[in-house]
C-alpha cells in the first residue's frame, strides 16, 4: 500500500513538473517566433512611414509658381530661378523612378516570402489535422495503456517519459501553427503595405511630372509673350544676340583654357581625334526640331545662324557622350541653361545645351555613348529637347559631318 502512495505522489509531481516544464517551453518558443514576427512589424511600420513622406514630400508648386511672378520683372533672373525649380523636380522624379524599381523588387521577394510562409503553414495544418484523426481514434486507449501496464517503478518513469515528449510534441505543434498563421497575416500586410507605397510612389511621380509640365508651360508662355511683344521686338533681338555672344565667350574661353592645358603636355601625350562616327547622342529624339545653319528664329521672327541641331526628344531621357573625351566643363549657364563640353581632342568639342540633369562633372574621362546627362528645356528654351553644337579650330561646324549622315 505504501509503495502505490508512493508511486501516486510520483505521478502528480510528475504531472506537475511537466505542466511547468511545458510553460516554460512555450514561453521559449514564443520568444524565438516573436523574432520574426517584431521583424515583419517593424517592416510594415516602415512602408507606413514611406507612405507618409512620400505624401507630405510632393514639390509645393503655388509656392513656387508665386515666387517666379516676383522675378518676372528680370527674365533672365526669371529663367535661372525657374531652371532651378526645374532641376528640383527633375532630381525628386529620378528618385522615385529609382524607388519605384525598388520597390518592384522588393514586392517580389516578398511575394516569394510570403509563398513560403504559406507552404509552411499548410503543411503544417495537414500535420495536425493527420494527429488530431489519430488522437481522436487512439489517444485516450493509448495513454491509459501505457499508464497502467507498466513492470515495475522504472518501466513507469520510462513509459511516464514518453507520454511527457507526446504531449510535448503535440502542445509545440499548436504553437508553431498558430505562430505560422500570425507570420503568414503579418506578410500579407506587408506586402499590401509595400504595394501601397509603390502607388504612392508612382502617384507621386504623376503629380511631379505634372508640376514640372505646368513650370515648362509657364517657362514657354513668358519667353513667348516677351519675344512676341513688339515694344519689346528689338531689346529680344539684342538680347538674343547677347545671350549668344555670351555663350560663344564662355565657351571660346573654355577652348583657350584647353589649349593652354594641352600645350604644357608633351606631343606625345596631347589627346587626338581618330577620325571615328559619332554616337547620336539623344537616343530618344523623336524628330530634329531645328536644324544646323541659317534659320527663322521661332519667336523673334528674324533670320539668325543656329550653331547645332536641336533634338526633340523627351524631359528625363539620356544624353549620351558622342565620343570618348574629357569633360571641360559641366554647369549651369543663363543662357545654354545646364550643359556639358567635352575636349575629343585636336580641337574638337561637342556641346549639349538644355539638360535637366548633369552626371557627370568637369575633369571627368567619358566614353561614347556613356550616359552623361538628362533632357531637360533649362536656360533659353521653350521645350524639352537636346541642342547639340559641335565646334573645330575654334569654328561652329554642321553636327552631322561626324553623325554619319
Given amino acids: ?43 510594415i511600420k516602415k512602408a507606413q512611414d514611406e507612405k507618409k513622406s512620400l505624401q507630405a514630400g510632393l514639390s509645393d508648386i503655388k509656392e513656387m509658381k508665386r515666387q517666379l511672378e516676383e522675378s518676372k520683372a528680370n527674365l533672365a533672373d526669371y529663367i535661372t530661378q525657374l ?41 503544417q495544418y495537414e500535420a495536425m489535422k493527420t494527429r488530431i484523426q489519430f488522437m481522436y481514434e487512439k489517444g485516450n486507449s493509448l495513454y491509459m495503456g501505457l499508464l497502467f501496464s507498466f513492470d515495475g517503478f522504472a518501466d513507469m518513469l520510462n513509459k511516464a517519459d514518453y507520454i511527457e515528449m ?32 509603390l502607388e504612392e510612389a508612382k502617384k507621386s511621380v504623376e503629380a511631379e511630372e505634372a508640376s514640372l509640365n505646368e513650370l515648362i508651360a509657364a517657362k514657354e508662355q513668358e519667353i513667348k509673350a516677351v519675344s512676341a511683344d513688339i515694344k519689346n521686338k528689338e531689346a529680344g533681338i539684342a538680347e538674343l544676340e547677347a545671350d549668344i555672344a555670351m555663350q560663344n565667350q564662355t565657351i571660346a574661353a573654355l577652348e583657350k ?121 533649362t536656360g533659353r528654351s521653350t521645350g524639352n529637347h537636346l541642342h547639340f553644337s559641335v565646334r573645330k579650330n575654334g569654328s561652329y561646324v554642321n553636327p552631322h559631318s561626324y553623325l554619319g549622315g
Fill in 83 to 123: 531652371d532651378a525649380n526645374l532641376s528640383q523636380i527633375q532630381k525628386k522624379i529620378d528618385e522615385l523612378k529609382n524607388m519605384i524599381t525598388e520597390k518592384e523588387q522588393q514586392i517580389k521577394d516578398k511575394t516569394k516570402e510570403l509563398e513560403e510562409a504559406i507552404a509552411i503553414q499548410e503543411a
Fill in 257 to 377: 583654357a584647353v589649349a593652354e592645358e594641352r600645350a604644357k603636355l608633351a606631343a606625345e601625350q596631347a589627346r587626338k581625334y581618330d577620325g571615328g562616327i559619332f554616337t547620336w547622342p539623344a537616343p530618344s529624339y523623336t524628330r530634329i526640331s531645328d536644324e544646323y545653319g541659317n534659320r527663322m528664329h521661332p519667336t523673334l521672327g528674324v533670320q539668325q545662324f543656329h550653331n547645332g541641331i536641336d533634338m526633340a526628344a523627351p524631359g528625363g531621357s539620356a544624353i549620351l557622350a558622342a565620343y570618348d573625351g574629357k569633360v571641360v566643363a559641366a554647369e549651369y549657364n543663363n543662357s545654354m541653361g545646364n550643359y556639358i563640353m567635352i575636349d575629343h581632342g585636336d580641337s574638337l568639342y561637342t556641346i549639349y545645351m538644355h539638360a535637366s540633369a548633369l552626371y557627370v562633372s568637369k575633369g571627368a574621362e567619358v566614353t561614347k555613348g556613356q550616359k552623361i546627362a538628362a533632357v531637360g528645356t
Fill in 166 to 197: 507526446l504531449y510535448d510534441y503535440d502542445r509545440n505543434m499548436l504553437d508553431e501553427y498558430v505562430a505560422q498563421a500570425e507570420y503568414v497575416a503579418l506578410c500579407k500586410e506587408d506586402l499590401e503595405e509595400e504595394k501601397g507605397v
Fill in 1 to 43: 500500500m505504501k509503495r502505490w502512495k508512493k508511486v501516486l505522489c510520483f505521478f502528480m509531481c510528475f504531472l506537475l513538473f511537466t505542466a511547468v516544464g511545458n510553460r516554460c517551453q512555450i514561453i521559449a518558443h514564443a520568444e524565438l517566433t516573436n523574432d520574426s514576427i517584431k521583424q515583419k512589424e517593424a517592416e
